[in-house]
């Protein structure tokens, strides 16, 4: 079912998953195109930003940002255009970065809207890729909270997902032995091959813990986690003294219902963090990072005019297919970064 | 059995404990009194430091620092006093730190001696404690790891230990709410009325979790750890978001011998350090830190001038009590710094 312009299509959260999320968890209805009022735009979706924290919303356990109320939109980033503004500052026709979620159409006053301008208008769904969002968290966790050093070993997670394939390919620029970890012999030849990383290792794989160590034979001095599960296990026994571990996720329990079976390891991660001196921090990125956008954007954007990093995107068309596609992410089914497009990506 | 110029009393690691240590697994013998070669001092001790750090060099468990081999002298800090000097820096009177451990007399080629001078010698077992590693733990541990702000609350562990009770007050100096926990009226009514805490909870009452909620009221800013086990269950839930935690102990987990049983709550830890951003981190104070002595010296020793800090030691007469000491210790029997008094404390 393609986009209209008379039909706002919108994916609502019909009810809160327990464990992974399936179809029924949402619920598509269509309504008018809102009109906009003074002050206000009407945006019309164009690409549909799909991630991994997005399972978060869909629960109401505490978190760091409200859930997605039973009956609304599911929220999501967007790169979205002006189709009627009655806003001095946005004209019909602009591409902006919007928090319109999943649907066709949205108002909004402006405030949360980013105006694309530049180069990035060559590919707007960069905004939700390299030069947004995902790659605004591998820059910052990795520089700023990683802070690795040329010639130190770093490990990362999801290796070829939207953060963790800029993670490995900046720290490679920085100089450092890049080990990633990815699902699957086609996504390990693909980091090694293309994205330039030293090496990439399959979590499916019995012997994850062995291969790691003896790929890592100097030690992790950073490891950026995304994920957490079995492949955090491997890693911990090879941090290094002083090493450093930034955490922007942990995919891998966030369709868990309750902890794993004993002995309780809680003790034995205080221990390591002691015994070896261990920085573990975690951060969202735009509260902890916001003010530092533009220095972000800025340096990737030279990268990217440089061609000095690969970007992967799993474009997926169709707003129908977001909540099959989101199920597929948590489980690991994307390659690369995942985007909808909801609508064509020639400017209307 | 007193001090002679004729006999090093050593204590000895006689065996590694599984556990708790036991008095059987040090043993006491005698030796001459070895004779300085050129560029040695001979030492004697006055002062021996008994800490909990002590546990971990007993094993040989990897650590960060390397284990007390079995039949070595046990390691320790001590005030010590040049009983004959073959170093040109160094001359018979002059009072020193040095790394001594359990014995009356040592050799040193002076590369890890700290000479005194100045106020310190008033009291010369205060550079063991306030000015000395632990006051160095607490000074650095909280401001540089935890940056405490105004109006912000600090939680402090072991509270009325030598490390414990100068985080506190360092943290009202900066203006803190203040919540310690200890073990025991006795030591909370201390930690309230001489030490200025705010609060202090007795982490044996079966409600500490519920006393905690209620007297950080606005969450807990700075946990500052030095103990592990169910004081940090207690205090994880309230972590307030960007939360800090420097870790420089796990007391209650140095004589366990096994993980506790399940569940596993190690995603738990991953998942509020996520959730929450939360930084923890793992430091020794003498390798991360070091570089900064100076600065901590001199601040320490103002605030002691002004008579702004209260410092209590634990004193224990004699190093044959030394095995006991550390017993009592790592069970929080200790009431204050502990400090063996080896010899008389007045120059020879």
Same mark, same amino acid.
């Given at each position: 079912m393609p986009q209209d312009k008379q039909t706002n299509r919108r994916i609502l959260l019909a009810s809160r998953p327990h464990g992974a999320p399936t179809e029924n968890n949402f619920r598509l209805e269509a309504q008018h195109v809102p009109a906009p009022k003074t002050g206000q735009v009407l945006l019309r979706t164009v690409w549909l930003s799909l991630d991994p924290y997005m399972r978060g919303r869909m629960s109401d356990a505490p978190s760091y940002a409200p859930p997605v109320g039973l009956g609304e939109v599911m929220c999501g980033g967007t790169v979205s255009v002006v189709?009627?503004?009655?806003?001095?500052d946005y004209a019909v026709g602009d591409w902006v970065v919007s928090n319109s979620g999943w649907q066709d159409f949205s108002l909004s006053d402006g405030r949360d809207l980013f105006k694309l301008s530049g180069p990035v208008l060559k590919h707007p769904s960069h905004a939700l890729g390299i030069l947004g969002m995902p790659g605004f968290t591998a820059y910052m966790g990795l520089l700023?909270? %990683?802070n690795p050093q040329p010639g130190e070993t770093v490990v990362v997670a999801a290796a070829t997902g939207a953060v963790g394939s800029l993670v490995g390919q900046i720290a490679k620029l920085k100089g450092c032995h890049v080990v990633g970890i990815a699902g699957g012999a086609e996504k390990c030849r693909y980091a090694e091959?293309?994205? %330039?990383?030293d090496r990439c290792l399959d979590h499916r794989d019995d012997n994850l813990a062995q291969q790691l160590s003896r790929h890592c034979a100097e030690g992790i001095d950073v490891y950026f986690e995304s994920v957490g599960g079995k492949v955090f296990n491997a890693v911990l026994p090879l941090m290094n003294t002083k090493g450093r571990i930034p955490v922007c996720g942990l995919i891998a329990d966030y369709n868990s219902t309750n902890l794993p079976?004993?002995?309780?390891?809680l003790p034995l991660l205080q221990s390591a963090i002691l015994r070896k001196r261990l920085r573990v921090q975690g951060f969202i990125i735009n509260q902890d990072y916001g003010h530092r956008f533009d220095e972000f954007f800025r340096q990737m954007s030279q990268w990217v005019a440089e061609d000095r990093l690969v970007f992967r995107e799993d474009v997926v068309d169709g707003l129908d297919n977001a909540p099959e596609t989101l199920i597929g992410l948590l489980e690991g089914k994307n390659f690369g970064k995942v985007v909808v497009r909801v609508a064509g990506d020639t400017p209307a």
């Amino acid at each position: 079912m393609p986009q209209d312009k008379q039909t706002n299509r919108r994916i609502l959260l019909a009810s809160r998953p327990h464990g992974a999320p399936t179809e029924n968890n949402f619920r598509l209805e269509a309504q008018h195109v809102p009109a906009p009022k003074t002050g206000q735009v009407l945006l019309r979706t164009v690409w549909l930003s799909l991630d991994p924290y997005m399972r978060g919303r869909m629960s109401d356990a505490p978190s760091y940002a409200p859930p997605v109320g039973l009956g609304e939109v599911m929220c999501g980033g967007t790169v979205s255009v002006v189709e009627q503004s009655e806003h001095a500052d946005y004209a019909v026709g602009d591409w902006v970065v919007s928090n319109s979620g999943w649907q066709d159409f949205s108002l909004s006053d402006g405030r949360d809207l980013f105006k694309l301008s530049g180069p990035v208008l060559k590919h707007p769904s960069h905004a939700l890729g390299i030069l947004g969002m995902p790659g605004f968290t591998a820059y910052m966790g990795l520089l700023d909270i %990683g802070n690795p050093q040329p010639g130190e070993t770093v490990v990362v997670a999801a290796a070829t997902g939207a953060v963790g394939s800029l993670v490995g390919q900046i720290a490679k620029l920085k100089g450092c032995h890049v080990v990633g970890i990815a699902g699957g012999a086609e996504k390990c030849r693909y980091a090694e091959q293309v994205l %330039g990383f030293d090496r990439c290792l399959d979590h499916r794989d019995d012997n994850l813990a062995q291969q790691l160590s003896r790929h890592c034979a100097e030690g992790i001095d950073v490891y950026f986690e995304s994920v957490g599960g079995k492949v955090f296990n491997a890693v911990l026994p090879l941090m290094n003294t002083k090493g450093r571990i930034p955490v922007c996720g942990l995919i891998a329990d966030y369709n868990s219902t309750n902890l794993p079976a004993g002995p309780d390891r809680l003790p034995l991660l205080q221990s390591a963090i002691l015994r070896k001196r261990l920085r573990v921090q975690g951060f969202i990125i735009n509260q902890d990072y916001g003010h530092r956008f533009d220095e972000f954007f800025r340096q990737m954007s030279q990268w990217v005019a440089e061609d000095r990093l690969v970007f992967r995107e799993d474009v997926v068309d169709g707003l129908d297919n977001a909540p099959e596609t989101l199920i597929g992410l948590l489980e690991g089914k994307n390659f690369g970064k995942v985007v909808v497009r909801v609508a064509g990506d020639t400017p209307a």
